[in-house]
Structures are given as C-alpha cells and as structure tokens.
C-alpha cells in the first residue's frame, strides 16, 4: 500500500512536469511578442527591451523554463499584467472558487444520488424516463446559457436574486452572509448543472448493473427484506464508481468554472484564467493551468488511494 | 418485367413513395413523401427569393445549397425506384446480420428516432439556410433594434437590427460543420491511438497512455481555450485544436481492443500467418466499429457546446459570422433591455446536443448496451 501511494505521487509529479513543459512549448510556439504586449502599441523599442529583460524573456529557453519551474515551486512567479505574485492573486481568489465549487459539489451529490437511484430501480417507469430525459437535457445545455435564463428569470423578471458578484463577505467567505448565500444561488445552479446530470447517469447505471449481479439474487433468495438488498448490498457497491466521478468533479470544479464564473462575474480562479488568456499573461496562465491540472491529478490519486482503502478486493501490486 | 412491377415503377417516376404505399410498405412511403414534401417546401422557399437558379449565374453561398438541392431531389428519385424494385423486409429477413439488428433495434427505439429527426431537422436547415432565412444573417438595421418577435422578425432582432432566425439558421453552420469537422479528427485520431496502444501493448502502449495522462490531466475546456487563446481563433484553427486534444475516443477504444485482442479469432488469424496490419483491418477495426460510433455521436456534441462556450468568451468565431456561442454573448449584454435575445441561440444548442445525446443513447442500447458512457 505505501509503495504503492509513493508511486503514484512519484506518477503525478511527472505528469505534472510535462504538463508544465507542454505548456511552456505552446506558449512559446505562438505568434506575436509578450514583451511588445506588456508594453502596449505606442511603446518604443528601448521600453520593450527593457521589459524584456525585466520579465527574463530574453534568456534562452531551457532557463526560461528552469526558472519558470522554480518559479512555480517556490511561489514567486509574477503575474506580468497584475504585477503581484501569482500565489497572492490564487489565494485572494481561491476563497470564492472553494465555496462555489462545494456548493455544486453539494448540490451534485444531494440530487443526483437519490434520483439515479429511483430512476434504477423503478426501470421503465415514467418516473425513470423523466429522470432519464431530464439529466439527457442537463448534459445537452450550455451552463453559460442554463446561468443566462436563470439571471433574466430570477435575477431581472422576479427580481429575487442578484445577477452577479459575490454580495458581502465575511473574512472572504461570503456564505456567511445572508446576502452572500443569495449571491451563490445562480452560480451555484449553473455549475452543478451538468455534473448533477453526468452523475444521475453515472448512479443509475451503475445500479443497474449492480442489480443484475449473483449475489443479490441470493441475498434475495434466502429471504432478506428488499429495503436491506437495496441499501446494504446494492447501493454501498454500486457508489463506488460514482464516487470516483464525485472525487474527479473536486478537481473540475475549480477549473471547470470558468465558463460560470464569467458569466456570474463570480471573481474566482475561473474568471482569472480567463482574464489572464485575454491579457495573454504567460507567467499567470502556466500558474492556474498548472494549478487546475495538480488539482485534478491529486483528485485522481486520492480517488485511487481511498479506492484501495474502502474496497478489501483491490490490492495494487 | 411483369406487369406489376411496371405500374411500381410508372407509379414510383411519377410520384416517389407511392409505388411503396401500393405494396403496404407505409414506412417507406410516407419516409418518400415527406422527402418530397421537405424538398418542394425548399425549393418553393429559394424560388420566391429567386435563388432557385442560383447556381447558375450567382457566385453567392447559395449555390451550393442550390446544387444540393438538386442532388437531394435526384437522390430522392433514384432511391425511391431502386427500393421499389427492392425485396420486401419478409423476404429479406434471412440475411440480416449484426448492423442490421442494431438498425432495426434503433428504429424501434423512441428516443433514437426523436433524436435522429431533430439532427436531419438541423442539417437540412444548415444546409439550405440561404433559402429559409427571410433577411440577411450580416444585414444591419438601426431602424429596427432589439425587437421582440414579429411577423417580419419571426425571433426578433439584435442589438445591431440583425434578424435573429436567420442568425440562427446560418449559425447552424458553423456549429454544425465545426462540430463535425473535430469529430471526425477525433474519430480518425482517437480511434489510431486506441488501437495502436490496444493492439501493440508494452512501450507503445504506455507511451501513448502516459500522453493520455499529460492531455487528460488539464481539465479540456481550459486546455482548448488556453489554445485557443495564444493561436488565435479560426475555424481550421477551432477544428484541429479540438480534433487533436478531445481524446475521449482512445482511452474508450483501447480498452475495446485489449478485450478484442485476447478473442479467439485473432489468436486464429496470428496462427494462420496474419500480418499486425491485416489483423487490425479484418478483426480489431469492424469489431471496435460500435463503441466508436457511440463515443463519437456523443463527442459531436460535446464539441458544438465546446466551441460555442469558446465564442461566448471571445475566444471563438469572430463577428460578423454568425455563431449561437457569439449571439448568447450579445444576448448576455443586453440582458436587462431584451432577456428575450438569449432564448432562441441557447435553445437551439441545447436542442441539437441534445439531439446527437439521444441518437448516441440509443445507438449505446443497440449495439453495445454495456458500455459506459
């Protein structure tokens, strides 16, 4: 078991240096001139130098990278057009995509369990096929557009909820607030939105196949009540997957949100990667797409080490 | 040929789907008909705009519509004789085989048919968006800015006076080709790498599953408008990002093909001398056919909702074109003067994903009901 988590933090640090070396490569394959960008259009030559110089885009590659590296590590890598630290800029944002991204993460597991399990074991009923179509339409919209009709309907026809930003905050948390926690409604929805779907899927299914196994037919046959088959044999086996999606959405939903966070305004990391592609500010988009990916490969290897904790069966040699 | 096979065909040249309705096959009749019916509709539409001729004297988009046009109802024609002259399903029933089964099955199935219409509906209206569009996608109007739904704005306007429905109508295009387009990189590309690794195992193998692992481990929509967003966006641009990053294909396909490689008929055909390049052609190809096609209706989807994400931000189609992604931005903007802007591009993308989402549901239940998707 312990040979077996070192290897596979040993795994995720690799994946993690290529994805910062994958980054870098594209980053310096594209066209136009960072320098030149910082400066703005009417800069002389002599200001883009220096700011070429200033920001180290002027050494070659490899040190460009190395530095980049250590950068990432040690936390002091600038943002070029925020000139502050990156890790600053992550933590005075990090607040607002944690809340965010538990309350969908709530919201998900609140609803979809329970319905993916109706939907199971009432197969073939109109209850199952109005779950069933229901999460088919969950995955089929746009969150952005699902976060639009849920502002004009609630935010501007009934006027109930605000339509962006964060509302007021406690110490950066704003679901301490009563008008925070309405704040978080829209943004909330939209994000959970089509997880909520993918997990309803993922739970009835999953069920499904549970159902159908051996073992719960003997449990039936030597005469165990239908609740205990469902709830002791059933259920607890068939969460296992599901819970390996729950685990990866974590990692999703701090970077999944861009898309949510633009639209809401909601001033988290989402909205700062997009912010940071639109100014192409190198240092701070390989920062949060780093971030983005370390949180969804330690998602993984959670998932896999808890995996291997909860279920005897599976032994990782 | 005997007489009644001559009044089949007489029926069939002058009106397609008839000579069907005669022998009782009302499906395929009716299927013939309400072609004719689509097409004459279309064809009445471009000939009020006087575009029916198009393609001979302008240089315009319609002429491919146009020309289209033509073919479908040639198409039409030639279909309708050659089915007519066809055995009936009874005679036929002996020769099915596994994809007929699964095509069978599917036109049974409610949500696949549901789901099959709604994506012909799109298709045809991309196609011959030039003849149902009433206005000019890029016209503007100041006169008539940000209105509500009228006779002569059937979805209203923008906030450039631009008439929505046919912004709508064109916009099917570039979600539709784009969509496509990537899927079918994705399908090339993807499918390669699964069946290379499946079949190859060992160095290749993980080789390629530790690139899976680099790609997959940066959440996809970030890593697309990261792309995106240092190349600069265009629609070969859109296409081949998309293309060469949406992998989901080849995790799927491989682990199709490692259970493939361990069948009995490929042990056969190693025994027998195969070569690696006939066995993939022969065995491992036709057999990972399914869980390809299921994952790839799937991904068209995706894709659309993908690059209309993209347009919304900015990182997408640039304006004028018309995009759905595009118009829910411009929609976003004006969202307090006209919430009515939003509902016809979002409903449009929901519709059509959700369309590609049902017919790729049901292909799952009739070819391959244990995938996981």
Known sequence: ?317 | MSKKTLTLFVLTVLLPGSGHLLRRRWKTGFFFLGLLLIEGVTALLAGQQGLLWGVWYSSGRQVVSSLLLYISIALTWTGALWSVCRRTKKEERALRGYWEHAMEKLSRDTKGITGGVIICAVILIAIFAPFYAIHDPIDMDFMHTLEGPSALHPFGTDDYGRDLMSRIFFGSRVALGIGAGATLLNMVWGGLLGIIAGFYRNAVDSLIMRFLEVIGSVPYLILVIFIIGIFGSSIKMLIITLGIFGLAPARIIRSKVLSIRESDYVTAAKASGARDFYTILRHIIPNSMAPLLVVTTMQIGVNIIIVAGLSFLGFGISPPTPSWGSMLQEAQQFIVVNPWLGLPPGIAIMLTVLGFNLVGDSLRDALDPTLAI
Do not use: C
């Open chain 1, 1 to 317: 078991m312990l040979s077996y988590a070192i290897r596979r933090v040993l795994q995720m640090i690799l994946v993690l240096f290529f994805v910062s070396l994958l980054v870098f490569v594209f980053i310096k394959l594209a066209p136009g001139d960072p320098a030149r960008l910082i400066a703005g259009m009417t800069a002389t030559p002599d200001t883009v130098e220096i700011i070429r110089h200033e920001f180290g885009l002027d050494r070659p590659y490899h040190i460009q990278f190395a530095r980049l590296l250590v950068g990432l590590f040690s936390a002091r890598l600038k943002s070029l057009t925020y000139r502050a630290p990156i890790r600053d800029l992550v933590i005075e944002r990090a607040r607002a995509s944690i809340e965010l991204g538990l309350v969908a993460l709530l919201l998900t597991v609140i609803i979809s369990i329970p319905f993916g399990v109706i939907s199971a074991l009432t197969r073939g009923s109109p209850a199952d096929y109005a779950i069933s179509l229901l999460a088919l339409v969950g995955i089929s919209t746009p969150v952005f557009w699902l976060a639009i009709i849920l502002m004009s309907v609630f935010g501007i026809h009934l006027g109930i909820l605000p339509i962006s930003g964060r509302g007021a905050t406690i110490g950066g948390w704003s679901f301490v607030t009563l008008d925070g926690l309405r704040h978080l409604v829209i943004p909330g929805v939209a994000l959970a939105a089509i997880q909520l779907a993918l997990n309803t899927r993922l739970t009835r299914s999953s069920m499904l196949e549970i159902l159908n196994q051996d073992y719960l037919r003997t449990a039936r046959a030597k005469g165990v009540k239908t609740r205990v088959v469902i709830i002791k044999h059933a259920f607890r086996n068939a969460m296992l997957p599901v819970l390996t999606n729950v685990g990866i959405q974590i990692g999703g939903f701090l970077s999944g949100a861009v898309l949510t966070e633009t639209v809401t305004a909601w001033p988290g990391l989402g909205r700062l990667m997009f912010e940071a592609i639109s100014r192409r500010d190198e240092p701070l988009i390989i920062g949060l797409t780093f971030l983005s990916a370390f949180a969804a490969v330690f998602g993984y290897v959670v998932v896999d080490l808890l995996y291997a904790l909860v279920d005897p069966r599976i032994t990782y040699e």
